[in-house]
């Protein structure tokens, strides 16, 4: 260690630059191209010495005929229906050593229609026809991707489709098509993994739709556009905004993918997003990444011209970018008609380069390296091992300890002597090839001289890369790396001797410090000195070699890929008893991190058979502690779902077992009740007291003094406790079972049995397993209260059979191909619902057998991640304002879930609330959702023992305040109230809804004397009043945002009708208006909004519209006037002034001003003057704008000053 110093340095200077050179040219919206477009990129391609690649980014026809959708390959047709496809071909034919990449686009997709899918795969099959080699359509049959193209070295191309999120009619479905990844979470998570496993690459995300625009399609307009037509103009233009069609980036259907990239970009550098929906040239600076819109081929149109677009033109033509050798990245915009450049920008600079310019240095270049002379005289001395401490920056105080738990600081904090791994010599030479990574760890990926796959990864984690970019440097991202200390340093090390007990395949980690060293070359920097284990890194050998893969399999598949081959392959036959002991000894560990990445698979091919054995991994959150009160409060099953504590008490395995919830739910569904007290009772015989410590010991013997009895003595408790964890896992998920069978035909058989149980089999019915049963399990109406049987694709066959009844619930989900449904048995016999989109292809016979008809698309395929739980949670509310002084509100929410409404069947509340002022409340609601079509029934009541109407001074304008009367609550008016309503929502464009309602109040004015109502006026409502109502409301919301927006515009209206004692019927009429205009690079704004009120009848004066604070007149007390009507009008401008990187948490601040202007259309009253109100305040935003908190204060001439502080800014 003399030399360390002189060691890391060099070591940081180790390896010379990639060498990677791409040229990549983009073009997209082709169908628009104006005439010498692809001449000029002919000429490009040919002008320059370095080859070329093509991507062509969507919208090669201009929507889809009927006869490009029902086009069949045998028509022989194809050069006349897509004719217009003939320059591309041309172009590709005359440079066959030239790579042309297809991604589709809406267009292609007849234009997000209902033959978008056909015309796409049409298409496709046209282009394969050409027999263009160099022709490349990665994106096959549909499917969103991701796939991942190696352009050089350093330089990779990772195709999505992103008109398959968009697309709002029949795409590729999961387990029912041919795609690797047909769900979106799942091609989120590879999305992720690409990103993850390349950090050190360029990554060229390229698809249709890009994450930003500047243009139209993303949301920006210029301002003749509000105007076209007044008001009018204003509502389109605010839907297409915040709403959006489906040619919009801000649709719902692509948010999530959308809200993804974005997500990205602030985790990862070196990423070139790539797309084409606006008609328009644009380049977009992204944080520390860029955007390119390569959509301007033909006549451009209008997009904004502001920062961080780096370049905008609406010029037709397209794009070059050029990846160096020193790494250095540039882009050039050419000329369609002579391909001379337009503009010219550096994306990234080389490392080498000194530039003083703010652009980023190419992070997919590591700094520049020494000479080879250098490294010959560069010696290294590297011991055997060491003594380190895996994470002294744990330690805190006894105090610290409470709130953030005392987990396994001591252990972290002690010093142990480890190995020293010394990657040239170890394992005959390991080569460093990929740094990688999974959700927290930091890894690296070597390679031995026989080609065996090793993992090197830290012990060390970083939970903060989970948070937001903006959040990581502050004490909430300290906060979360703190929590590593939950999990023990050395816990992987116990798990590998346990397993070699139990016949699960596994991995057998081992403890190094890596040494610094210069076959480490640019990996130095990151990977010298640290603390991590070494383990094989399970893969297919064969891919490489003729040799076996790791653990003698024929394949090593990922759990995605495993799916895909489940679903498509009868003769993929997974151990689902391996796989329940490892599921049960996860829950022995208490390992709460069990997600489908945390899991490989090994496939034996026997006998045509591919037989599957699971590969558990990633031990990171084996024996969790989640001690201290907020790692306690975390870890509630209503707050992180998945978090458990490894401790002596019996665990909540719900919570033990969420993150595997969908995986758990298809692999165990063929086992029984006995089969997990079979694998239970085999682990308990199997882990002996004398194995278990054993196991324990491996863990270096400084860690083991300090934690390695705790452990021993918890596993041992709960290994003797291990069949009360096997019955609590079974029973999770026997109440509602999912048999899933595959895309070949099958045969399923459900046979009401007499003791009511329901058996269900399934049997292979042709092909080399003919015959073979693939199902068989029979179910209890005492654990199992539904079944739902997916056929998935091909003809399959439903049967019902049997003379006995089952109470037990049955779905036939058939999916695609032509299906049979037979009831082979009495009326008497078992029930099942049938669910199919088509049903002219279907075939049913007999009773018991009835069609469901649902307008909700997911119930007519299967979704492995569909299921969800149903949850209990608690309501916490406080509050503040200046008429009744803090407010606490307690209570409990139920959320329960079915088959047809996944997002929710019934939200039960139920709360109390009171306030510092004396009042006090019990409220209770009732939401069914989406009972009739897409609309709510809801239900509410509420009793207040008093409720307080606030003060009220009167009716009319000219209403006085008497300073001495309102210090004795002269005009504090106290009530008596219960009311019950219910009726329908419909919900609809985001936050938007319709409500009709109907309701019963009773309300008593209680405590008069010495108040307003006993000073010789008479107020209708004084008393004890009782009236029943009807209200319809609508709320269009079209705003960007709820708390904070800058633009946009929201309409609302109701009618509340009255139906009181005696005929005494009233109205009341309200509606109201606000828009919002913004600047576009900042969010300065200009916002506008007006209301009006009108009663008819005589209206209880707790009924009757009011101005004052929040609603019209901020410069006043709330409810301040009171009348049979109002009209205001309110203006405000914002902006933010400042952003502060705080360490407590990153907030912005803002600026507001307002002048509010409103009169009381008081029918008794002949003049009406206007009241005004001015005034001014600041607004913060931390994290984000839906954390708003604002304070204004404003002024009158009649009264003092108001200040009010809110969530968000009133409007």
Same mark, same amino acid.
């Given at each position: 260690?003399?030399?360390?110093?002189?060691?890391?340095?060099?070591?940081?200077?180790?390896?010379?630059?990639?060498?990677?050179?791409?040229?990549?040219?983009?073009?997209?919206?082709?169908?628009?191209?104006?005439?010498?477009?692809?001449?000029?990129?002919?000429?490009?391609?040919?002008?320059?010495?370095?080859?070329?690649?093509?991507?062509?980014?969507?919208?090669?026809?201009?929507?889809?005929?009927?006869?490009?959708?029902?086009?069949?390959?045998?028509?022989?047709?194809?050069?006349?229906?897509?004719?217009?496809?003939?320059?591309?071909?041309?172009?590709?034919?005359?440079?066959?050593?030239?790579?042309?990449?297809?991604?589709?686009?809406?267009?292609?997709?007849?234009?997000?229609?209902?033959?978008?899918?056909?015309?796409?795969?049409?298409?496709?099959?046209?282009?394969?026809?050409?027999?263009?080699?160099?022709?490349?359509?990665?994106?096959?049959?549909?499917?969103?991707?991701?796939?991942?193209?190696?352009?050089?070295?350093?330089?990779?191309?990772?195709?999505?489709?992103?008109?398959?999120?968009?697309?709002?009619?029949?795409?590729?479905?999961?387990?029912?098509?041919?795609?690797?990844?047909?769900?979106?979470?799942?091609?989120?998570?590879?999305?992720?993994?690409?990103?993850?496993?390349?950090?050190?690459?360029?990554?060229?995300?390229?698809?249709?739709?890009?994450?930003?625009?500047?243009?139209?399609?993303?949301?920006?307009?210029?301002?003749?556009?509000?105007?076209?037509?007044?008001?009018?103009?204003?509502?389109?233009?605010?839907?297409?905004?915040?709403?959006?069609?489906?040619?919009?980036?801000?649709?719902?259907?692509?948010?999530?993918?959308?809200?993804?990239?974005?997500?990205?970009?602030?985790?990862?550098?070196?990423?070139?997003?790539?797309?084409?929906?606006?008609?328009?040239?644009?380049?977009?600076?992204?944080?520390?990444?860029?955007?390119?819109?390569?959509?301007?081929?033909?006549?451009?149109?209008?997009?904004?011209?502001?920062?961080?677009?780096?370049?905008?033109?609406?010029?037709?033509?397209?794009?070059?970018?050029?990846?160096?050798?020193?790494?250095?990245?540039?882009?050039?915009?050419?000329?369609?008609?002579?391909?001379?450049?337009?503009?010219?920008?550096?994306?990234?600079?080389?490392?080498?380069?000194?530039?003083?310019?703010?652009?980023?240095?190419?992070?997919?270049?590591?700094?520049?390296?020494?000479?080879?002379?250098?490294?010959?005289?560069?010696?290294?001395?590297?011991?055997?091992?060491?003594?380190?401490?895996?994470?002294?920056?744990?330690?805190?105080?006894?105090?610290?300890?409470?709130?953030?738990?005392?987990?396994?600081?001591?252990?972290?904090?002690?010093?142990?002597?480890?190995?020293?791994?010394?990657?040239?010599?170890?394992?005959?030479?390991?080569?460093?090839?990929?740094?990688?990574?999974?959700?927290?760890?930091?890894?690296?990926?070597?390679?031995?001289?026989?080609?065996?796959?090793?993992?090197?990864?830290?012990?060390?984690?970083?939970?903060?890369?989970?948070?937001?970019?903006?959040?990581?440097?502050?004490?909430?991202?300290?906060?979360?790396?703190?929590?590593?200390?939950?999990?023990?340093?050395?816990?992987?090390?116990?798990?590998?001797?346990?397993?070699?007990?139990?016949?699960?395949?596994?991995?057998?980690?081992?403890?190094?410090?890596?040494?610094?060293?210069?076959?480490?070359?640019?990996?130095?920097?990151?990977?010298?000195?640290?603390?991590?284990?070494?383990?094989?890194?399970?893969?297919?050998?064969?891919?490489?070699?003729?040799?076996?893969?790791?653990?003698?399999?024929?394949?090593?598949?990922?759990?995605?890929?495993?799916?895909?081959?489940?679903?498509?392959?009868?003769?993929?036959?997974?151990?689902?008893?391996?796989?329940?002991?490892?599921?049960?000894?996860?829950?022995?560990?208490?390992?709460?991190?069990?997600?489908?990445?945390?899991?490989?698979?090994?496939?034996?091919?026997?006998?045509?058979?591919?037989?599957?054995?699971?590969?558990?991994?990633?031990?990171?959150?084996?024996?969790?502690?989640?001690?201290?009160?907020?790692?306690?409060?975390?870890?509630?099953?209503?707050?992180?779902?998945?978090?458990?504590?490894?401790?002596?008490?019996?665990?909540?395995?719900?919570?033990?077992?969420?993150?595997?919830?969908?995986?758990?739910?298809?692999?165990?569904?063929?086992?029984?009740?006995?089969?997990?007290?079979?694998?239970?009772?085999?682990?308990?015989?199997?882990?002996?007291?004398?194995?278990?410590?054993?196991?324990?010991?491996?863990?270096?013997?400084?860690?083991?003094?300090?934690?390695?009895?705790?452990?021993?003595?918890?596993?041992?408790?709960?290994?003797?406790?291990?069949?009360?964890?096997?019955?609590?896992?079974?029973?999770?998920?026997?109440?509602? *079972?999912?048999?899933? =069978?595959?895309? +070949?035909?099958?045969?399923? $058989?459900? !046979?009401?049995? %007499?003791?009511?149980? #329901? /058996?269900?089999?399934?049997?292979?019915?042709?092909?080399?397993?003919?015959?073979?049963?693939?199902?068989?399990?029979?179910?209890?109406?005492?654990?199992?209260?539904?079944?739902? *049987?997916?056929?998935? =694709?091909?003809? +399959?066959?439903?049967?019902? $059979?049997? !003379?006995?009844? %089952?109470?037990?619930? #049955? /779905?036939?989900?058939?999916?695609?191909?032509?299906?049979?449904?037979?009831?082979?048995?009495?009326?008497?016999?078992?029930?099942?619902?049938?669910?199919?989109?088509?049903?002219?292809?279907?075939?049913?016979?007999?009773?018991?057998?009835?069609?469901?008809?649902?307008?909700?698309?997911?119930?007519?395929?299967?979704?492995?991640?569909?299921?969800?739980?149903?949850?209990?949670?608690?309501?916490?509310?406080?509050?503040?304002?200046?008429?009744?002084?803090?407010?606490?509100?307690?209570?409990?929410?139920?959320?329960?879930?079915?088959?047809?409404?996944?997002?929710?069947?019934?939200?039960?509340?139920?709360?109390?609330?009171?306030?510092?002022?004396?009042?006090?409340?019990?409220?209770?609601?009732?939401?069914?959702?989406?009972?009739?079509?897409?609309?709510?029934?809801?239900?509410?009541?509420?009793?207040?023992?008093?409720?307080?109407?606030?003060?009220?001074?009167?009716?009319?304008?000219?209403?006085?305040?008497?300073?001495?009367?309102?210090?004795?609550?002269?005009?504090?008016?106290?009530?008596?109230?219960?009311?019950?309503?219910?009726?329908?929502?419909?919900?609809?464009?985001?936050?938007?809804?319709?409500?009709?309602?109907?309701?019963?109040?009773?309300?008593?004015?209680?405590?008069?004397?010495?108040?307003?109502?006993?000073?010789?006026?008479?107020?209708?409502?004084?008393?004890?009043?009782?009236?029943?109502?009807?209200?319809?409301?609508?709320?269009?919301?079209?705003?960007?945002?709820?708390?904070?927006?800058?633009?946009?515009?929201?309409?609302?209206?109701?009618?509340?009708?009255?139906?009181?004692?005696?005929?005494?019927?009233?109205?009341?009429?309200?509606?109201?208006?606000?828009?919002?205009?913004?600047?576009?690079?900042?969010?300065?704004?200009?916002?506008?909004?007006?209301?009006?009120?009108?009663?008819?009848?005589?209206?209880?004066?707790?009924?009757?519209?009011?101005?004052?604070?929040?609603?019209?007149?901020?410069?006043?007390?709330?409810?301040?006037?009171?009348?049979?009507?109002?009209?205001?009008?309110?203006?405000?401008?914002?902006?933010?002034?400042?952003?502060?990187?705080?360490?407590?948490?990153?907030?912005?601040?803002?600026?507001?001003?307002?002048?509010?202007?409103?009169?009381?259309?008081?029918?008794?009253?002949?003049?009406?003057?206007?009241?005004?109100?001015?005034?001014?305040?600041?607004?913060?935003?931390?994290?984000?704008?839906?954390?708003?908190?604002?304070?204004?204060?404003?002024?009158?001439?009649?009264?003092?000053?108001?200040?009010?502080?809110?969530?968000?800014?009133?409007?």
């Amino acid at each position: 260690m003399l030399h360390s110093t002189r060691l890391t340095l060099l070591c940081l200077l180790l390896s010379s630059c990639l060498s990677a050179q791409v040229r990549l040219i983009v073009a997209g919206n082709t169908a628009d191209a104006v005439p010498g477009l692809f001449e000029a990129i002919d000429l490009r391609i040919q002008q320059a010495d370095l080859p070329a690649t093509v991507l062509f980014a969507g919208d090669f026809v201009d929507g889809c005929t009927e006869e490009m959708s029902a086009w069949k390959r045998k028509q022989g047709n194809g050069d006349q229906v897509f004719s217009s496809l003939a320059p591309l071909l041309d172009l590709v034919r005359r440079n066959p050593e030239t790579d042309f990449y297809f991604i589709p686009g809406d267009r292609d997709w007849d234009k997000s229609g209902v033959n978008g899918l056909a015309c796409v795969k049409a298409m496709e099959n046209y282009l394969e026809d050409q027999l263009l080699d160099n022709l490349i359509w990665p994106l096959k049959n549909g499917c969103p991707g991701p796939e991942l193209i190696q352009l050089s070295e350093s330089v990779l191309l990772m195709p999505i489709n992103t008109q398959w999120w968009n697309h709002p009619h029949h795409k590729p479905l999961p387990a029912e098509s041919s795609c690797d990844f047909a769900d979106p979470g799942t091609v989120l998570d590879e999305m992720k993994s690409i990103f993850q496993e390349n950090r050190d690459r360029n990554i060229i995300v390229a698809g249709h739709f890009p994450p930003k625009s500047q243009g139209r399609y993303g949301g920006e307009f210029p301002a003749r556009d509000h105007f076209a037509p007044p008001i009018i103009g204003g509502i389109r233009l605010s839907w297409r905004q915040n709403v959006g069609t489906p040619e919009e980036l801000t649709n719902e259907r692509f948010a999530p993918l959308a809200k993804a990239m974005k997500d990205y970009n602030g985790f990862y550098d070196g990423l070139l997003f790539v797309g084409a929906q606006d008609k328009s040239q644009q380049l977009i600076r992204f944080r520390r990444n860029f955007i390119l819109n390569a959509g301007a081929s033909g006549p451009g149109r209008w997009s904004a011209q502001h920062k961080p677009a780096q370049h905008i033109s609406r010029e037709a033509g397209f794009t070059e970018i050029t990846f160096s050798e020193d790494g250095e990245v540039n882009y050039i915009y050419l000329d369609a008609k002579d391909a001379k450049p337009l503009a010219e920008r550096i994306l990234y600079h080389a490392p080498c380069d000194n530039a003083q310019d703010t652009l980023p240095v190419n992070p997919a270049f590591r700094p520049c390296g020494i000479t080879e002379e250098d490294m010959t005289e560069f010696k290294v001395d590297i011991p055997d091992s060491q003594i380190v401490v895996p994470g002294a920056q744990y330690e805190v105080s006894k105090f610290g300890e409470n709130f953030l738990g005392k987990h396994y600081r001591d252990t972290w904090a002690t010093p142990v002597k480890v190995p020293v791994l010394d990657v040239s010599t170890a394992f005959g030479g390991l080569t460093p090839e990929r740094e990688g990574g999974g959700r927290q760890t930091t890894s690296l990926k070597l390679r031995s001289e026989d080609g065996t796959a090793y993992i090197f990864r830290s012990i060390d984690k970083d939970p903060a890369v989970t948070l937001d970019w903006q959040i990581r440097p502050t004490i909430i991202g300290d906060a979360f790396r703190d929590q590593t200390s939950s999990g023990h340093p050395f816990g992987s090390l116990i798990v590998a001797p346990l397993l070699d007990h139990l016949g699960v395949l596994h991995v057998s980690p081992q403890v190094y410090s890596m040494a610094a060293c210069p076959t480490l070359g640019n990996f130095n920097p990151r990977f010298a000195n640290m603390l991590g284990t070494l383990e094989v890194f399970p893969q297919d050998e064969k891919q490489k070699s003729d040799r076996p893969g790791t653990f003698g399999a024929d394949d090593i598949l990922k759990s995605y890929e495993l799916f895909r081959e489940r679903y498509d392959d009868q003769e993929v036959v997974v151990n689902n008893r391996e796989f329940l002991r490892a599921r049960l000894f996860d829950l022995l560990i208490g390992d709460w991190s069990r997600h489908e990445e945390n899991w490989k698979w090994a496939s034996y091919k026997i006998g045509g058979v591919h037989h599957i054995r699971p590969i558990p991994r990633d031990r990171d959150n084996a024996f969790s502690r989640m001690d201290g009160f907020f790692p306690w409060f975390a870890s509630r099953s209503w707050a992180v779902p998945n978090l458990e504590n490894f401790g002596f008490r019996t665990p909540d395995i719900r919570s033990l077992s969420h993150q595997a919830r969908h995986m758990d739910r298809l692999l165990l569904s063929p086992l029984k009740r006995t089969d997990f007290e079979r694998e239970a009772q085999k682990i308990q015989t199997e882990l002996t007291d004398e194995i278990i410590e054993q196991a324990v010991k491996q863990m270096p013997a400084g860690a083991f003094a300090v934690s390695g009895e705790e452990i021993i003595a918890k596993l041992k408790r709960r290994r003797d406790d291990l069949q009360d964890y096997a019955e609590a896992y079974y029973e999770l998920y026997a109440s509602v *079972v999912d048999i899933v =069978g595959t895309n +070949d035909e099958e045969a399923f $058989t459900a !046979e009401g049995l %007499s003791d009511g149980s #329901l /058996r269900i089999r399934s049997v292979d019915l042709k092909g080399k397993s003919e015959g073979m049963v693939l199902y068989d399990r029979v179910f209890s109406p005492k654990e199992t209260k539904e079944v739902r *049987v997916y056929g998935l =694709g091909d003809d +399959d066959q439903f049967t019902i $059979t049997g !003379e006995n009844k %089952s109470s037990i619930k #049955l /779905r036939f989900i058939g999916g695609e191909g032509e299906d049979i449904y037979t009831a082979e048995s009495t009326t008497k016999s078992v029930k099942a619902s049938i669910y199919e989109n088509d049903r002219e292809e279907e075939i049913v016979s007999g009773n018991g057998l009835k069609y469901k008809n649902n307008w909700r698309d997911e119930l007519y395929y299967y979704d492995r991640t569909a299921h969800e739980y149903n949850e209990i949670s608690p309501l916490v509310s406080v509050g503040f304002n200046g008429f009744s002084g803090p407010k606490l509100g307690l209570g409990v929410q139920f959320t329960r879930r079915n088959f047809t409404r996944r997002d929710f069947s019934a939200r039960y509340r139920i709360a109390a609330e009171a306030r510092a002022i004396g009042s006090a409340a019990v409220k209770a609601s009732a939401e069914f959702g989406e009972v009739f079509g897409k609309a709510d029934l809801i239900a509410r009541t509420r009793a207040g023992f008093p409720d307080f109407f606030n003060f009220f001074y009167g009716l009319g304008n000219n209403t006085v305040i008497d300073p001495d009367r309102v210090r004795n609550d002269f005009n504090l008016i106290r009530l008596k109230h219960f009311s019950v309503e219910g009726g329908l929502r419909r919900r609809f464009a985001g936050r938007s809804y319709f409500n009709l309602l109907a309701g019963y109040q009773i309300n008593e004015t209680i405590e008069t004397e010495n108040t307003i109502l006993n000073a010789g006026t008479d107020y209708y409502g004084d008393g004890n009043l009782r009236f029943a109502y009807l209200r319809p409301e609508l709320q269009l919301d079209l705003r960007d945002h709820p708390q904070l927006p800058s633009k946009g515009v929201m309409l609302e209206a109701s009618q509340k009708w009255g139906f009181g004692d005696f005929n005494n019927n009233f109205g009341v009429s309200k509606i109201a208006g606000e828009t919002h205009f913004s600047t576009r690079r900042f969010p300065i704004s200009l916002s506008f909004r007006t209301g009006l009120a009108l009663t008819q009848g005589t209206v209880p004066f707790y009924e009757q519209p009011s101005l004052g604070r929040a609603n019209g007149l901020r410069g006043f007390q709330r409810n301040r006037f009171v009348g049979d009507g109002y009209f205001f009008y309110n203006v405000e401008f914002r902006s933010p002034v400042a952003l502060i990187e705080s360490r407590v948490v990153p907030f912005a601040v803002g600026v507001r001003t307002f002048y509010d202007r409103g009169v009381i259309l008081q029918k008794s009253e002949e003049a009406r003057d206007f009241k005004s109100a001015y005034g001014f305040g600041i607004y913060l935003i931390p994290l984000s704008r839906s954390f708003t908190v604002s304070a204004v204060m404003g002024f009158t001439k009649e009264e003092a000053s108001v200040i009010n502080v809110s969530a968000g800014t009133n409007f």
